[in-house]
Every structure is written in C-alpha cells, then in structure tokens.
C-alpha cells in the first residue's frame, strides 16, 4: 500500500502540537458527506471552519477514501485535537474514513477497512506501540462527557472485523463492558 502526503491542511492551518509522549492510541473517525479524501481537503481549505482549524481543533493525521486510498495531512509526531479531549489527544493518531453520507450512515468499503487494517497494524504499528483502538463516539463519552452527542462516529462502523483483525494478528484484547467500540490491545509474542 502507499500513503499519499498533502501538506496543504497543515501548512495552511495549525501543523499540529509537539506531543509529551509517543502515541499509543488509534481513533478512527467517519466523515459524513465526501467520497474522498480529495473532497474532505477541499472542504477543509475553503475555510468553512477555519477557526477551528487554525486552533488545530478537528485535525486528523490521516483520511481513507472510499477507494480505499490513503492521504496523510500531519505529522505522526505532533497532536492536534481531533476527539474533543487534549489530554487524551496528546498520545491520539486520529484516522479519518470517508463517509458519503452526510449523517455518517453509509457502509465502509472492504478496500477501506483493508487500507485501515494496514495503516494500523502494518504501518503505525510498526513505530509505535499502540495499546488502544477507539472509536471517536467512546472517546467523546470516554473523556469529554460534556461533548455534544450527534451524529455517530464513526458511523456504520463494523467493529467485528475489528475483533477479526486482532486475532488474526495475535492479539489479545479486551472490549470494555462500559464503553462500546473501545478495544486494549496486547501483542501476544
């Protein structure tokens, strides 16, 4: 697989904060009402939410197109807020996967759960040790119980394929009983 870089959302807006530690968290997120990741950039750069942007609020580091093509916006080494909680942002890599729904509601791609399921286990995973997998809706409730509940993220989210996928790799995990879609995650070497 190969990761696209596209440097427009990070040099027009804030790059990103240097993080106090490694990452060792996964967020994948949906974006309701675009294709690609082509789309949600253009979208991005026409300054509809430039506030929040340039305060490196709702920035992610990488967007997984329908197509199951993969860009990469910021630097693993810096943080932006992407879940609505900087504490727990700082050690975040947020993931975006197209949704052209505009509420967030379509199925993903099998080529997009595939490209996601090698940026995390082929290629994040081999800098860093990440030790949970969440989704944007647990983390909001997780750590932000103030957050505005809508619409879900990351939507219509198969997270079986999810449980798949880590025993397939030699994990052992853990699903927690009081968040959904909130995995630990231990390698079993």
Known sequence: MNIKRDRRVAEKYHGGFERPSEPNRVVIHGTGGGQDADQIVNWMMKGERSKN????????????????????????DKWMYHS????????????ELCN??????????????ESLFWLIFSYIMNSYTIREIAGHDVMKHKYSPRAKKGIECPGNFDWKLLD??????????????????????????
């Open 164 to 189: 798949s996928e880590l025993f397939l790799k030699g994990y052992t995990y853990s699903n927690s009983d009081q968040y959904d879609h909130f995995w630990g995650i231990k390698r079993n070497d």
């Open 53 to 76: 942007y340039n305060k490196g609020i709702s920035l992610f580091h990488f967007i997984i197109s329908s197509d199951g093509s993969i860009v990469q916006l910021l630097d693993l």
């Open 84 to 95: 609505h909680s900087g504490r727990q942002d700082q050690n975040a890599i947020g993931i």
């Open 100 to 113: 052209s729904s505009v509420a967030n509601q379509h199925l993903y791609t099998d080529k997009q759960y």
